[in-house]
């Protein structure tokens, strides 16, 4: 059966006085997926959003929920619609004179008939789950910024919305602080199962918690698939973002662009033999959930970036290039080296980096997350033997099966999570 869209675009063009914003614009976004926009500053995207919610509307076209068209909904259908959504803002939005209890009440009491009680054991548990009690009568300039968003995501949550729509979440936040954010999205979209709209102009690593995405260029849509079938795409918006893009990419891992990765890929090897062989590694965190779960998001952020800031500075020393793969993987090619080499090499790097880098990893952390329970963490690696005809994925796939544990340490969980 043919999957439906839950929110569906047809024809919407949006104007500003002589100034068109929107022209035509068509996308679907699908139930239980998480969907990004993306595009440059300035071209949309929160006009895009509001329309969602009802607080523009379009000049022409329409906005379908369910099939149905908000502008046809009755007045009891709006309201049944518009409780289904929930909007995190750019820059949180908490009110300063408010607690973190009563900013996350706020919608409750504003919006549903829920007695006093009701509304606590509600704001409680949604406290809870984003792990915020113990600031739960704390003011928002008390907390750290990741704390801030942790309320602003607990605030949108406390409805039980099917569809949370976030405004740039990563806005204004260094690297690693923009990725514990996005951890923070796809850990809790996972767990709930709402459906997630996010905008951004400046963040790769969107696509690593995203099933679709759709591009907003000269007004309109100009594509909306995967994030695979995006890195294909043939048009002048998709050199323009990833220039963009890429040059971050690079910054926070200080490796390949997973888009350069396959060209550096293709280039080395088109000049090989055809008989001519490689070694290719894939490295994983083992349990990543886990990991975030007990360390936090930025506590998690820190053993990826670390463990690809040590990967690279290994194998980049011997011709190699690597690139983040997902979330929690990282591939590396060696295109002169058989699997003999590749496997003496290993050997090094995993002597090196139990004696030096976990070392890194463990102080890092501990630093981070002050407390006495101990997270254990494990790194898992493979090789696999490649020839220039083969798909490198097929490479690596075969790597991935060989993966077996090279690294193990242990850190402390239990302070307070940024």
Known sequence: MEKQPIIEFKGVTKRFDVRTILDRVDFEIYE????????????????????????LKPDEGRILYRGKPIDQMSKREWNEYISQVSYMFQNNALFDSMTVFENVALPLRQTTKLGKKE??????????????TEVAYKYPSELSGGM???????????????????DEPTTGQDPIRKNAI???VAEYQKRF??????????????????????????????????????????HPFREEILTSLENLQ??????????????????????????????????????????????????????????GAY?????????????????????TVLPYSDLEEARRIMEDFTRDFQQHGIGGIEELVQRETPGEECVQIN????????????????????????????????????????
């Open 148 to 166: 801030q968003k942790r309320a602003a995501l607990a605030r949108a949550l406390v409805t039980e919305p099917s569809i949370v729509l976030f």
């Open 379 to 418: 790194i898992l690696a493979g090789l696999a033997q490649g020839k220039p005809q083969i798909e490198i994925e097929s490479v690596m796939e075969f790597a991935r099966f060989n993966q077996k544990p090279i690294a193990r340490f242990e850190c402390k969980s239990g302070g307070q999570q940024q």
């Open 119 to 132: 509304i606590e054991e509600k704001v409680l548990a949604s406290i809870e789950q984003t792990e915020l």
């Open 193 to 234: 199962g709402f459906t997630a709209l996010l905008i951004s102009h400046e963040i790769p690593d969107v696509y690593f918690i995203s099933n679709r995405i759709l591009a907003l260029y000269d007004k309109k849509i100009v594509f909306q698939g995967t994030p695979d079938e995006f890195e294909e795409f043939d």
């Open 32 to 55: 239980g997926e998480v969907t990004t926009l993306i595009g440059l500053s300035g071209t949309g995207k929160s006009v895009t959003l509001k329309h969602i919610i009802g607080l």
């Open 250 to 307: 690079e910054d926070i891992t200080g490796l390949y662009s997973k888009r350069h990765f396959k060209v550096r890929y293709q280039t080395d090897l088109s000049k090989r033999q055809p008989d001519a062989t490689y070694a290719a590694a894939v490295f994983k965190i083992d349990d990543i959930d886990t990991i975030q779960e007990n360390l936090g998001h930025d506590a998690t952020q820190l053993v990826i970036r670390t463990l």
């Open 182 to 184: 996005l951890g923070m």
């Open 311 to 331: 990967i690279n500075k290994h194998f980049g020393a011997v011709g190699g290039f690597s690139s983040r793969q997902t979330i929690d993987e990282y591939a």
